[in-house]
Every structure is written in C-alpha cells, then in structure tokens.
C-alpha cells in the first residue's frame, strides 16, 4: 500500500458539530484509489485531548478503529465509499463528527519506451504514454517537464528516469510509471585548409585556384565520414577531404559541408562558405582621332590595371597614343580582379591596317536601329567569331575600332558627331558593312 503524501488538493469536510463553541473538522478530499495510504485530518479551535477514529464500509462494518493523534493514515484494498467517524473531546466538552471517502480502482498508466536520442537532436514531445490527457503530466526529479517536451540538448549527455503521473480527472487518485531516455554524445567536426598560395585570405580563392580540405573530429567512435557539397568543382578522396576546383565551381559563393556521424549513429556538421573571385573581363575599346588613338576598359570593373603600347607603358588620367602613321602595333592590356590577391590578366592584341576604304568583298550587315543616337546592335554573326568592330565615317576613313574581348551584339555611339556612318565587322575570314546614321 502506498502513501499519497502530501496530498495534491485538500477539501474541507462540511460536517461541524459545535459544543459550547467547541468545533472540529476533518481536512481530506473526497476519491482516493485503493491500496493507497490517505492521511486524514482533524482541525479544532480548541484543545483536544482525545481523538477515537473508526472506519466503516458501505455496509456498516467496521474495517478500521484507531486512537490517535489528529491525523489518521488509512487506506484499503476494496472499492466503495467509506463513513469517517471521529469522536473528540477535551476536559470541557466532546462531540463526533463524519466524512465520506470514495475508493476506486486505479487506471492502468503505462509511460512509454523511448528510444536513445543524439544530443543535438530536436525537443520533442513525450506522447507515447496511456491513458493521455490534460491530467497526466510528465515530471524529471519532482520537477514538472513543460508541455510534456523533452530536450536532448538541455538534458545534456546521461541517462535519465523520467516519471509521467496520471490523476484520475476529478479526483485524487494518482497513477505513476516512469520511462528512461538516453541521450547520446555527438562529434564535433573541423575543417582543415591547405589555402593557395595566392589567396592570401581565408574563406575566398580565386578562379584559377584549387583548395585542399580535409575534415577530422574531436571525439573517439566515428564509425564513418562523409563530406556534402552544393556545388561542381569538387573530387572526393576517400571520404576523408576533397580538392576543390574553384574554375570548375565557377565564381561567387559555394557552401562546404563536413558530416560525421559516430558509433552511436549520431551525426553532425560544419559547414563553411567559400568565396571564388571571377576572372576580371574587361571590355576594350580602342578609337582613332586625330593622330591619337584612345584605350578604354568600358566595364571599369579594373584594379590595379595597365595600358601597354609597344612595350611602353602609358600613364595619366587619359589612355591613349600618339602616331604619325597608321602602323601597325602591339596593345597589351593588365588587370586583375576586385580581389587584390588574384593574378592578373594580360589581353595583347594588334591594331593597325586599319581600313581606309571598303572592300568590295564584304557582305551586308544587318544593324538596327539605322537611325540612333545612343545604342545599335547587329545580328546574324556569331560572336566568338568577331576580331573587330570598325566604325567609319562616310569618307571610309576608321573612326573607331573595338578590339574583342567580351563584345556583345551592342555598339554604343553615342559619342560620335551626327553624320553618316558604317560599321565594319572584321572575322578571321571574312567582312561585313552596314549603315547607319548618328542622330543629334
């Protein structure tokens, strides 16, 4: 027989006898289960000397008589409802007084198995136990689990008993059963680098670049290893690290992950992000004008870049070179990336033989609009074909050239003086001319 002690809700009996202003009532609530230990209460405002406490079935038999003190533990192993007569008195005056107690048959209250859960895994409920309800509540060391939720994490790595009570709603019968849970320990992954020379800055690379990574851990009992990417550009050696191509992954950001899992089955990841930096491409655009011709990047996306001409380096705010002739010369043009530590990217073309006059062997080019004063555009070339685009004014003579390097089917002129002009489309092979007039 168990004891329920101390008792969860407590009820007054609304039996009073009064003596002399002698009064006395028995604290206890109403339903207990069988085969538990209830404890039953006496309260007086005056002193009391004796208390003779008797038990009676449903059926008049008396199955307990005690002369104690003001509390009485009783309990028994039949269902029905039970009389408490407690007959008290002191040297002035005496009086008896009674209660009603119900028992029932307890529930049957099972809290469920569970099985062992990682350290890094998510709280989850404990809903596995008979029968559910707003009465069963679940309990770690006398302390109440909120909302029935169980978290590994807060729990920390142990084994632990956990305890679910189930009070029979409206009623102080109270059923228990316990169930344990083990949490189990997780690795903790690294990632290890062999950055590039050229790199200089963890976590970005640049495209030319190939990143050696390899992962470990921290704790004993992995039983395997296995990295994650979300990207191309990767070659997996053995499970234990990879090589990363940063031209095959291709610019911008790329997100590495390292997992683990260990004997217990428990895995956990790292993950890193890495950084490609592009191959700068510019856009070169060369003109003629007055004995001068003019170098521009037209995406002034350079850093740190250079103009050479023949060797000679040209300084100053304006990139151009000065010529007597139109002879032929070599134009070296170096940049770089945003990313300082990339390296550079050199472009040598040739400029000269500059036409001075059509050929009659060229063929027509489709330009649009003919009438502009900002953007045309051509089509029915492919442009990986394209060396160079010439515009030349009504007199044949070059006016401008753009030397191919990311060139795309527009042609800003938006610069050039009103009048009438050609543009002249240079393949290896082959030349094509259309018209069009600069508008104001």
Same mark, same amino acid.
């Given at each position: 027989?168990?004891?329920?002690?101390?008792?969860?809700?407590?009820?007054?009996?609304?039996?009073? /006898?009064?003596?002399?202003?002698?009064?006395?009532?028995?604290?206890?609530?109403?339903?207990?289960?069988?085969?538990?230990?209830?404890?039953?209460?006496?309260?007086?405002?005056?002193?009391?000397?004796?208390?003779?406490?008797?038990?009676?079935?449903?059926?008049?038999?008396?199955?307990?008589?005690?002369?104690?003190?003001?509390?009485?533990?009783?309990?028994?192993?039949?269902?029905?409802?039970?009389?408490?007569?407690?007959?008290?008195?002191?040297?002035?005056?005496?009086?008896?007084?009674?209660?009603?107690?119900?028992?029932?048959?307890?529930?049957?209250?099972?809290? +469920?198995?569970?099985?062992?859960?990682?350290?890094?895994?998510?709280?989850?409920?404990?809903?596995?136990?008979?029968?559910?309800? %707003?009465?069963?509540?679940?309990?770690?060391? +006398?302390?109440?689990?909120?909302? $029935?939720?169980?978290?590994?994490?807060?729990?920390?790595?142990?084994?632990?008993?956990?305890?679910?009570?189930?009070?029979?709603?409206?009623?102080?019968?109270?059923?228990?059963?316990?169930?344990?849970?083990?949490?189990?320990?997780?690795?903790?992954?690294?990632? #290890?680098?062999?950055?590039?020379?050229?790199?200089?800055?963890?976590?970005?690379?640049? !495209?030319?670049?190939?990143?050696?990574?390899?992962?470990?851990?921290?704790?004993?009992?992995?039983?395997?290893?296995?990295?994650?990417?979300?990207?191309?550009?990767?070659?997996?050696?053995?499970?234990?690290?990879?090589? !990363?191509?940063?031209?095959?992954?291709?610019? =911008?950001?790329?997100?590495?992950?390292?997992?683990?899992?260990?004997?217990?089955?428990?895995?956990?990841?790292?993950?890193?992000?890495?950084?490609?930096?592009?191959?700068? !491409?510019?856009?070169?655009?060369?003109?003629? #004008?007055?004995?001068?011709?003019?170098?521009?990047?037209?995406?002034?996306?350079?850093?740190?870049?250079?103009?050479?001409?023949?060797?000679? /380096?040209? /300084? $100053?705010?304006?990139?151009?070179?000065? !010529?007597?002739?139109?002879?032929?010369?070599?134009?070296?043009? %170096?940049?770089?990336?945003?990313?300082?530590?990339?390296?550079?990217?050199?472009? /040598?073309?040739?400029? +000269?033989?500059?036409?001075?006059?059509?050929?009659?062997?060229?063929?027509?080019?489709?330009?649009?609009?003919?009438?502009?004063? =900002?953007?045309?555009?051509?089509?029915?070339?492919?442009?990986?074909?394209?060396?160079?685009?010439?515009?030349?004014?009504?007199? =044949?003579?070059?006016?401008?050239?753009?030397?191919?390097? %990311?060139?795309?089917?527009?042609?800003?002129?938006?610069?050039?003086?009103?009048?009438?002009?050609?543009?002249?489309?240079?393949?290896?092979?082959?030349?094509?001319? $259309?018209?069009?007039?600069?508008?104001?």
């Amino acid at each position: 027989m168990k004891l329920v002690f101390p008792l969860i809700v407590f009820l007054l009996a609304s039996f009073y /006898t009064k003596a002399a202003g002698f009064k006395t009532e028995i604290v206890s609530t109403k339903i207990f289960c069988i085969n538990e230990l209830i404890p039953l209460t006496a309260k007086s405002n005056w002193p009391v000397t004796n208390f003779n406490w008797t038990i009676k079935d449903a059926n008049g038999k008396t199955t307990k008589e005690s002369t104690s003190d003001s509390t009485l533990l009783w309990g028994d192993t039949v269902i029905g409802k039970y009389t408490v007569e407690l007959s008290v008195s002191n040297a002035n005056s005496s009086l008896v007084i009674y209660d009603t107690i119900e028992l029932i048959k307890p529930p049957i209250v099972l809290a +469920g198995k569970y099985d062992s859960v990682c350290a890094n895994a998510s709280p989850f409920m404990l809903d596995r136990a008979f029968p559910k309800g %707003t009465s069963g509540l679940w309990y770690y060391n +006398g302390k109440e689990l909120t909302g $029935g939720m169980f978290n590994p994490a807060s729990f920390g790595v142990g084994k632990y008993q956990l305890t679910y009570k189930y009070t029979v709603p409206g009623t102080n019968c109270m059923v228990k059963d316990d169930a344990n849970i083990e949490v189990n320990a997780i690795s903790n992954p690294e990632i #290890h680098h062999t950055w590039p020379n050229t790199s200089g800055n963890a976590n970005r690379i640049c !495209f030319s670049d190939e990143l050696s990574m390899r992962g470990s851990k921290t704790e004993d009992g992995i039983s395997y290893r296995d990295w994650e990417f979300n990207g191309a550009g990767v070659q997996d050696f053995g499970g234990r690290g990879f090589i !990363f191509d940063a031209s095959s992954a291709g610019a =911008g950001s790329h997100k590495l992950t390292y997992t683990v899992e260990n004997r217990f089955g428990c895995t956990n990841s790292i993950t890193e992000t890495v950084v490609v930096s592009p191959i700068y !491409f510019p856009k070169l655009h060369v003109y003629a #004008h007055k004995n001068r011709v003019y170098l521009n990047d037209t995406n002034h996306l350079v850093y740190d870049a250079s103009w050479k001409v023949d060797g000679q /380096t040209l /300084t $100053g705010a304006n990139q151009y070179y000065d !010529f007597k002739t139109r002879d032929s010369f070599n134009v070296t043009y %170096t940049g770089n990336s945003e990313y300082s530590a990339c390296p550079y990217k050199s472009y /040598t073309f040739k400029v +000269g033989n500059w036409p001075t006059s059509i050929s009659e062997t060229t063929k027509n080019l489709e330009v649009f609009p003919t009438l502009s004063n =900002g953007i045309i555009s051509i089509s029915g070339l492919r442009l990986d074909q394209i060396e160079t685009i010439s515009v030349l004014n009504a007199s =044949g003579q070059v006016v401008e050239i753009e030397i191919q390097s %990311t060139l795309n089917n527009q042609i800003d002129v938006s610069h050039l003086e009103e009048g009438v002009y050609w543009l002249l489309v240079s393949t290896k092979t082959e030349q094509y001319l $259309g018209r069009f007039i600069k508008q104001p």
